[in-house]
């Protein structure tokens, strides 16, 4: 069972940045397309961005472009999310899971259980 560890959120001022891990546990997570998602209260999930396993392409919600930056570290397993300019509706619960990554922000793949996420508030 793929399992994803998310890190990195936190309270931060509208303005402010935090970057965000996603770790895989017991696999390589160099062989997926990777997406980063969010959901507010009271809110569906929302695709924010993803990152190609292919060919390293990458895809963003017009509301995170320019300030948002997916990157992957192969070496360490891992998977990031640098967020900038943070605004008060990025305010979410975000979680990465594999996804479809080709042309577009595609939508979850069915993998299994989502993990516990990172919380990210940005408030004053």
């Known amino acids: 069972q793929l399992k994803f560890v998310e890190s990195g959120g936190g309270l931060v001022q509208p303005g402010g940045s935090l970057r965000l891990s996603c770790a895989a546990s017991?696999?390589?997570?160099?062989?997926?397309?990777i997406g980063w998602f969010r959901q507010a209260p009271g809110k569906e999930h929302e695709g924010v961005s993803c990152i190609s396993s292919s060919n390293g392409r990458t895809y963003y919600t017009d509301s995170v472009k320019g300030r948002f930056t997916i990157s992957r570290d192969n070496a360490k397993n891992t998977v990031y999310l640098l967020m900038n300019s943070l605004k008060p509706e990025d305010t979410a619960v975000y979680y990465c899971?594999?996804?479809?990554?080709?042309?577009?922000?595609?939508?979850?793949?069915?993998?299994?259980?989502w993990g516990q996420g990172t919380q990210v508030t940005v408030s004053s």
């Open positions: 017991g696999f390589t997570l160099n062989y997926f397309d």
């Open positions: 899971v594999p996804n479809w990554c080709s042309g577009g922000l595609g939508p979850p793949r069915d993998f299994g259980s």
